[in-house]
Each structure stands twice: as C-alpha cells, then as structure tokens.
T-cell receptor, first 114, second 118 residues
Framework: GNSVTQMEGPVTLSEEAFLTINCTYT??????LFWYVQYPGEGLQLLLK?????DKGSNKGFEATYRKETTSFHLEKGSVQVSDSAVYFC?????????????FGQGTRLTINP | DTGVSQDPRHKITKRGQNVTFRCDPI?????LYWYRQTLGQGPEFLTY????????KSRLLSDRFSAERPKGSFSTLEIQRTEQGDSAMYLC????????????????FGEGSRLTVL
C-alpha cells in the first residue's frame, strides 16, 4: 500500500539550529512528494514539493530531496527561526479518478525557542 | 481573502445528534476534498468531488456520513447519529484540475471544523 512515516515529535530546537525532520515512504509507482506545514491557528499549506527522483524542493529556506533509492524525503533547514514553529506533515500522492489524493504522515511538531 | 472557508469552526454535540459542516472552496476550483484529522495524526482522506460528482469515498466514511456538492461549488458533510469516535477535525481542501493528471499537486486547505461529541 501507500504510506508515509515521519520522525516522531515533538522536536524542540534553539533559534539558528540546524533542522532535519525525517520522512520515508512506501508507494506503488512513482508518487510526488510534499511537505505541508500547519502554523498555529491556520490551515495546512504547501511548503515544498518534488515530483520525480533526485528533484529538490525548496521554499522559505527549507529543502527536501526526493531519494528513490532510500524512499526518503527528509526536510532540512540550515538555521531555524522562532516563526518556523509549527506542525510539519510529509505526504505523497495517489492518483484517483484523474485527481490526486494525498496520503499524510502523522506530523512532527516543531518548537523553536529564542 | 478568498481561500477555503469552513463553517462552523467548532461544534460540540451530544452522542446521537446529527451535525453538518459546510465548505466553500476557492471559487474557480473544480476539485474538493474532505479529510479527517484526529489528535496527533495526519489528515486521512474521506472523499473527493470533481465538480458535483463524488468520485471516491474512503472506507472510513461509514453509512452515517454523507457528503454532497450539489452545484459544484460549496460542499456539505453530514454525520448522522454521532458517536464519540467521530470527534476530530474535519478538513476541506480544494484544487484546480484541467484534465487527467494535470494537477500541480497542491491542495488548498481550510482551517477545519473541530467536532467534539460528548
């Protein structure tokens, strides 16, 4: 089947620390991979995506590379800020009836302390 | 702001009562999705509409759940005879698709409707 496994949270870091949130997936075929973020009191929003192997998605200083050989899509940021505190969800797509259904991981809560 | 809006944001009800949630997608979006999110878990797919047609339903959607999108615009999700296990955040998302597999992959989510069943 199709599934996503994320690093257990919560994760607490100091400002300017390096961040890695691990994500691995199981999928049939060749899914697209996504990171969504949910800031406090807001809806989920797309952070970055990669649609094929070796693609690197990036946005707001975050990066993730689609690694087919390790079935991974780890999220990284070189220097986190307090404003990055949020819940991060890794996801992959499954095609249904011509549209995409997202399969999410369980989420990783990130807290950045000043 | 013309993003996805959901109503109500919070609903507390007693077991056995019926509840209905409404979702207004981004106006030009033809695809609409419902997800459910329980505490500490990622969102789980419930159902999907393309225009007014409901094209897929998850096994999570028991007979007590019904979703509609009568004119291809807003959608409602009704839960009949609620149970405590229905307590969750119900998320709506929309996207624009112009053909098979021509979607960018980005879903636009509303802030969700939180249901508490006592």
């Amino acid at each position: 089947g199709n599934s996503v496994t994320q690093m257990e949270g919560p994760v607490t870091l100091s400002e300017e620390a390096f961040l890695t949130i691990n994500c691995t997936y199981t999928a049939t075929g060749y899914p697209s991979l996504f990171w969504y973020v949910q800031y406090p009191g807001e809806g989920l929003q797309l952070l970055l995506k990669a649609t094929k192997a070796d693609d690197k998605g990036s946005n707001k200083g975050f990066e993730a590379t689609y690694r087919k050989e390790t079935t991974s899509f780890h999220l990284e940021k070189g220097s986190v800020q307090v404003s990055d505190s949020a819940v991060y969800f890794c996801a992959l797509t499954v095609w249904i009836q011509g549209a995409q259904k997202l399969v999410f991981g369980q989420g990783t809560r990130l807290t950045i302390n000043p | 702001d013309t993003g996805v809006s959901q109503d109500p944001r919070h609903k507390i009800t007693k077991r056995g009562q019926n509840v209905t949630f409404r979702c207004d997608p981004i106006s030009e979006h033809n695809r609409l999705y419902w997800y459910r999110q329980t505490l500490g878990q990622g969102p789980e797919f419930l159902t999907y509409f393309q225009n007014e047609a409901q094209l897929e339903k998850s096994r999570l959607l028991s007979d007590r759940f019904s979703a509609e999108r009568p004119k291809g615009s807003f959608s409602t999700l009704e839960i009949q005879r609620t149970e405590q296990g229905d307590s969750a955040m119900y998320l709506c998302a929309s996207s624009l698709g112009r053909g098979a597999q021509s979607n960018t992959g980005e879903l636009f989510f509303g802030e969700g409707s939180r249901l508490t069943v006592l």
